[in-house]
C-alpha cells in the first residue's frame, strides 16, 4: 500500500528555522516525483515545488522560489520542505504528495504555526 | 504563475448535474493533457477525482467525469449526493511548474 506519512504539527516563533518530512512507503520512492503543497487557513491550494528523489532534481514555483528549500534522502524514502527564517505568512497546512501525472497519493499534511 | 480560474460556487439538488469550469492559457491547461481535479471536504487532505483531463481512479464513482475545450478544462459531477459537497481543485501541468486553480465549494442542496 502507497502511504506518504508527514512529520507532526510544529509551533514555531518568526525568524526560527523548520524542517518538516515526508516519508514513503509502499513503492520504489526513488521514481515518482514528490510536490509540497501549501493551504493556508481557509484558502486554497498552492503548488510550491516538487523533488525528483532518484537524482534530486527540483523545481520551484516563481511564488515560493528563494522562500523554501525541497530536498530529499532516498535512502529513508523520505522528502523535505524547510525554511531558514520562518514568517507568521508561512502559517499553513502543508501537505506532500506524489506524483505521476496527477497527484494520485497524498499525505496527512503538515500543520505549521507561526506565531510571537 | 497565475491560478487557474475556477468559480467559487456552485450548488446543485440531489440527484441534478452540475459542472466546474477551470479555465487556464495555452501554457498550462491549453498546452498539455495533464489535468486533474481534486476533492477536499473540511479537515482532510485532498484526494484525486480525475486524471489526464477524463481518466477516473479506481474508486472514483462514474459520477464524476472530465473533459477539456482549449483552455477550459470541466469537471462535471452527475446524480448529486450529500456526501459529494466539498471543495473541488483543478490542477494542471505548465511546462515545469504546476499550478491549482483557485477551488469551488459545492453546496448541495
Known amino acids: 500500500e502507497v502511504q506518504l506519512v508527514q512529520s507532526g504539527a510544529e509551533v514555531k516563533k518568526p525568524g526560527e528555522s523548520l524542517k518538516i518530512s515526508c516519508k514513503g512507503s509502499g513503492y520504489s520512492f526513488t521514481s515518482y516525483w514528490i510536490g509540497w503543497v501549501r493551504q493556508m487557513p481557509g484558502k486554497g491550494l498552492e503548488w510550491m515545488g516538487i523533488i525528483y528523489p532518484g537524482d534530486s532534481d527540483t523545481r520551484y514555483s516563481p511564488s515560493f522560489q528563494g522562500q523554501v528549500t525541497i530536498s530529499a534522502d532516498k535512502s529513508i524514502s523520505t522528502a523535505y520542505l524547510q525554511w531558514s527564517s520562518l514568517k507568521a505568512s508561512d502559517t499553513a497546512m502543508y501537505y506532500c504528495?506524489?506524483?505521476?501525472?496527477?497527484?494520485?497519493?497524498w499525505g496527512q499534511g503538515t500543520l505549521v504555526t507561526v506565531s510571537s | 504563475q497565475s491560478a487557474l480560474t475556477q468559480p467559487r460556487s456552485v450548488s446543485g439538488s440531489p440527484g441534478q448535474s452540475v459542472t466546474i469550469s477551470c479555465t487556464g492559457t495555452?501554457?498550462?491547461?491549453?498546452?498539455?493533457?495533464?489535468v486533474s481535479w481534486y476533492q477536499q471536504h473540511p479537515g482532510k487532505a485532498p484526494k484525486l477525482m480525475i486524471y489526464d483531463v477524463s481518466k477516473r481512479p479506481s474508486g472514483v464513482p462514474d459520477r464524476f467525469s472530465g473533459s477539456k475545450s482549449g483552455n477550459t478544462a470541466s469537471l462535471t459531477i452527475s446524480g448529486l449526493q450529500a456526501e459529494d459537497e466539498a471543495d473541488y481543485y483543478c490542477c494542471s501541468y505548465a511546462g515545469s511548474p504546476w499550478v491549482f486553480g483557485g477551488g469551488t465549494k459545492l453546496t448541495v442542496l
Open positions: 495555452s501554457s498550462d491547461v491549453g498546452g498539455y493533457n495533464y
Open positions: 504528495a506524489r506524483n505521476s501525472g496527477s497527484y494520485n497519493y
